[in-house]
């Protein structure tokens, strides 16, 4: 399974744009990148799935460039509320379907 | 909601006792997960159900035992716990499809103390 890496950290304000970039060097040509999103003593919530290039829903925009060794998740104006830990997942159906791995996260505190 | 219930919600047991920790999801979701979340440290694959058979058993204690009697339900029994099981414990389902890497749903989680 690919490995990830992500600042431990990050701060912003309300209102502002926030990207958290994910590193993903041994990802493999099967491996989805996956996005989760999670509160204090409740369960991951998903947010995005991508394979490459951009995608983009309700919440959040995933960029992945070309030779996928990175991606990062775009949180437009942030409030109070997204105070959360965010996860980068990388895996497929045959290896990270299953075998989820969750790194340590990076941990988002928006202030006001 | 996801549609994954975990009950209870917080459980305090000794070490000498035994229980069980529930999960039922309502997705029709045919893979099932235990995962364990200690204070401070990233959520640890426990074991995996597919299809009501366990495809994943990642080095867990056997004072784990996990159960899934069928597609929607899932059980942990735990028995002679130690204090540094204290955590949460996780249960999450996913459909899991030929195309695309699985989304998993997770439940609130049993907040479980060991005395």
């Known amino acids: 399974l690919a490995k990830t890496t992500q600042p431990i950290s990050m701060d912003s304000y309300e209102g502002q744009e926030v990207n958290i970039t994910c590193s993903h060097n041994?990802?493999?040509?099967?491996?989805?990148i996956t996005w989760y999103q999670q509160f204090p003593s409740q369960g991951p919530r998903f947010i995005i799935q991508?394979?490459?290039t951009k995608v983009t829903n309700e919440v959040a925009s995933l960029f992945i460039p070309a030779d996928r060794k990175s991606s990062t998740l775009s949180l437009p104006r942030v409030s109070l509320s997204d105070t959360a830990v965010y996860y980068c997942?990388?895996?497929?159906?045959?290896?990270?379907?299953?075998?989820?791995?969750f790194g340590a996260g990076t941990r988002l505190f928006v202030k006001a | 909601e996801t549609g994954v219930t975990q009950t209870p919600r917080h459980l305090v047991m000794g070490m000498t006792n035994k229980k069980s920790l529930k999960c039922e999801q309502h997705?029709?979701?045919?893979?099932m997960y235990w995962y364990k979340q200690s204070a401070k440290k990233p959520l640890e694959l426990m074991f995996v159900?597919?299809?009501?058979?366990?495809?994943e058993n990642n080095s867990v204690p056997s004072r784990f035992s996990p159960e899934c009697p069928n597609s929607s339900h899932l059980f942990l029994h735990l028995h002679t716990l130690q204090p540094e099981d204290s955590a949460l414990y996780l249960c999450?389902?996913?459909?899991?499809?030929?195309?695309?890497?699985?989304?998993?749903?997770f439940g609130p989680g049993t907040r479980l103390t060991v005395l």
């Open positions: 159900y597919s299809l009501e058979e366990r495809v």
């Open positions: 997705l029709g979701h045919n893979a």
């Open positions: 041994n990802i493999a040509t099967n491996d989805y």
């Open positions: 997942l990388v895996g497929s159906l045959n290896t990270g379907g299953f075998k989820t791995i």
């Open positions: 991508g394979y490459k």
């Open positions: 999450a389902s996913s459909q899991v499809r030929t195309s695309v890497n699985n989304e998993q749903f």
